[in-house]
């Protein structure tokens, strides 16, 4: 009985691993190439694009969904980081498929202040080969584009661990800065 629940066990977290993956709409962008540019609303209204972050490294996150456990976890560590992204001249964005409204309780409830950027859409999602579309509900797959200050993917993380995430991206930093 025990194997049984073990085996089970076993193909419900494949199988959280392999479906978004295989739901996914579009190629994920390789490392090398350009980062496919963009402008959507954040949650405090203004319009965020890419193209206005030139100069920097931009830490560019999709998540599934605001106010959900691992999606409030790796906010709150992206938040708790973000003096150490400032000193490595990096800014930190996050895109789901939510509303600008459902950001902007999400940000006021955790005391976010970095960008949350809504693809109500699924668009840009997309275009990043992150969106995972069931036919009646959509979320952005939990993927990661690490963008050099002249715009070019420097790595992609396409499977995240919320919990480390943001360490893994600030070491990676480190090593790509030098």
Same mark, same amino acid.
């Given at each position: 009985? +025990?194997?049984? /629940?073990?085996?089970? +066990?076993?193909? %419900? ?5 392999? %479906? ?5 709409? &579009? $190629?994920?962008?390789?490392? &090398? ?6 402008? +959507? ?14 100069? #920097? ?17 790796? =906010? ?7 003096? #150490?992204?400032? /000193? ?20 006021? #409830?955790?005391?976010?202040?970095? $960008? ?9 999602? !997309?275009?990043? &080969?992150? *969106?995972?579309?069931?036919?009646? !509900? #959509?979320? =952005? ?9 002249? &715009?070019?993917?420097? $790595? ?13 991206? +600030? /070491?990676?930093?480190?090593? *790509?800065? $030098?």
């Amino acid at each position: 009985m +025990l194997r049984i /629940a073990i085996v089970v +066990l076993l193909l %419900i977290l494949v199988g959280i691993i392999l %479906i978004p993956r295989l739901l996914s709409r &579009g $190629k994920m962008p390789r490392a &090398g190439s350009t980062a496919p540019d963009f402008t +959507l609303p954040s949650q405090d209204g203004s319009s965020v694009s890419l193209k206005d972050f030139r100069g #920097k490294w931009v830490v560019l996150y999709f998540y599934p969904k605001d106010q959900t456990p691992g999606c409030t976890r790796e =906010a709150h560590n992206f938040q708790l980081d973000q003096p #150490k992204y400032a /000193a490595r001249d990096a800014v930190v964005l996050g895109i789901s498929v939510d509303s600008v409204d459902s950001h902007k309780s999400f940000c006021q #409830k955790e005391g976010l202040n970095f $960008k949350l950027l809504s693809d109500d859409s699924g668009k840009v999602t !997309a275009m990043y &080969g992150s *969106l995972v579309n069931f036919g009646v !509900a #959509k979320f =952005a797959a939990r993927h990661t584009f690490l963008i050099d200050p002249r &715009g070019i993917i420097a $790595k992609v993380y396409p499977n995240v661990d919320p919990s480390g995430h943001s360490a893994e991206l +600030l /070491a990676e930093l480190d090593t *790509l800065r $030098k």
